[in-house]
């Protein structure tokens, strides 16, 4: 077996088996379009826009209806002017009604407006925190993506590990039965082939319960199989005062302290207008019967229909302080609310610089573990060509194998790491949803 062929094998890994591939633009779309958190999110924000439209704002009238009837009997008896004396017994009235009252508010102080303005801001607020929800999620998806994509990788190399100790072990037989050494090569060779299948039985165990991880994520049947994109491209260019910029304007977080700071610029101004009278306009319709046999009354019947209408003031010139106490309360939380937004700052701010130097460490580490790998695999093709003229020992080449397969598997790590790094940089600088993965 070539070893050029085996390490190209380790790079390709399952990508020679595309036919169930879950691509990473897959993956997204299944995972905005199914994801349990994200439908919930976009449930809350749905909620907050109708909340935020003018049915819910106060500015429409109100309208309501009533109606109602009366029946009575009761005995009457009453003395008529010229002194006659006249009496009644079980005499029916009937009362009838029915009226449409319309109520409208002209001036509330101007708490309806600012109330308005804080549901429209909240509406945001809410679709900001869905947003976040999505970017998070997104990052969750590719840390596990990477994760099965890592252990492809590993998996892979693992069975090439054991397809080499396999053919060692082959040629250890072949040689002791030549005599041209002991049984107890034969022994390592065979203790060898174990650990290598023990590993690489585990590891694919890790890797099978990976796959249901991110099919979970992306709320699809866990028994789904599927094989994942291992490339791994990286955004040239990147620079950390422009991700600095960027997250001023875009990061999800710092929106939201913004959207925050107004929501409590309108509850301040809602609680001077407490001190604002409240004028309201009612009007209403109505239509009345009553009906008797009493003999004594002078109607037997009498119906009326009408309109009405008014205007109507309220002020509390004073309501035992509590208006004066919702005012300075709120000032309070726009105070706090300032505070916030600048220690967010001052996070956000630390989070990139954070982030940033993970991000080029991890390149660093991923350019230092290609050469290691490139290293190791120079030592094993030397101590594979001594194996085969006996100029080496089983140990040493089993040794080499060990070395390179722990090289390759380093490198695997560190690529992955250095693009989950990446996107956290994204993310922080509110970028991670415009970028192809």
Do not use: C
Not at 83 to 106: H, K, P, Q, W
Not at 116 to 122: G, S, T, W
Not at 260 to 273: E, F
């Amino acid at each position: 077996m070539k070893l050029i062929i085996i390490i190209g094998f380790f790079l390709l890994g399952n990508n020679l088996f595309a036919q169930d591939m879950l691509t990473k633009e897959d993956a997204i779309s299944y995972t905005l379009n199914n994801n349990l958190g994200i439908k919930m999110a976009n449930n809350e924000s749905e909620i907050a826009a109708n909340n935020a439209g003018i049915l819910n704002s106060g500015y429409l009238p109100t309208l309501t209806g009533n109606g109602g009837a009366s029946i009575n009997k009761e005995d009457t008896e009453g003395e008529l002017a010229n002194g006659e004396v006249r009496s009644a017994e079980d005499v029916e009235t009937r009362r009838y009604n029915a009226s449409i009252n319309v109520n409208y508010t002209l001036f509330d102080g101007l708490g309806r407006l600012y109330n308005y303005k804080a549901l429209k801001e909240q509406s945001g607020l809410t679709e900001l925190q869905a947003r976040e929800t999505i970017e998070t999620t997104i990052l969750q998806l590719f840390s596990v993506y990477y994760e099965v994509a890592r252990l492809t990788e590993n998996t892979s190399n693992l069975k090439q590990a054991l397809a080499i100790s396999k053919d060692r072990l082959q040629r250890a037989k072949y040689q002791f039965e030549y005599g041209q050494n002991t049984g107890l090569d034969v022994l390592n060779a065979e203790v060898d082939v174990n650990t290598d299948s023990i590993n690489l039985l585990q590891q694919e165990q890790v890797l099978k319960n990976t796959k249901r991880d991110l099919n979970l994520i992306m709320n699809r049947d866990l028994s789904n199989h599927f094989v994942v994109d291992t490339l791994v491209e990286f955004i040239p260019n990147l620079v950390m005062e422009d991700i600095l910029n960027q997250a001023k304007q875009n990061n999800v977080v710092l929106l939201q302290t913004e959207k925050g700071l107004l929501i409590n610029d309108y509850s301040v101004k809602m609680a001077k207008g407490n001190f604002l009278p409240t004028i309201g306009l009612t009007g209403s319709y109505g239509w009345n019967e009553s009906s008797n046999d009493n003999p004594l009354a002078f109607t037997i019947t009498s119906t009326t229909t009408g309109l009405s209408g008014g205007v109507n003031l309220s002020w509390d010139l004073f309501d035992g302080g509590q208006s004066i106490t919702q005012l300075r309360n709120a000032k309070i939380q726009y105070e706090n609310q300032e505070l916030q937004r600048k220690q967010v700052d001052l996070t956000v701010e630390r989070d990139i610089r954070n982030a940033w130097e993970t991000y080029q460490n991890s390149l660093f580490i991923l350019e230092t573990q290609k050469k290691n790998v490139a290293t190791s695999l120079n030592n094993f093709n030397r101590t594979e060509e001594r194996y085969k003229f006996g100029t080496a020992t089983s140990l040493e080449f089993r040794q080499a194998q060990i070395n390179l397969l722990n090289a390759v598997l380093a490198k695997n790590r560190a690529k992955y790491t250095a693009k989950l790094a990446e996107l956290e940089v994204l993310q922080v600088s509110g970028q991670i949803l415009n970028f192809e993965f």
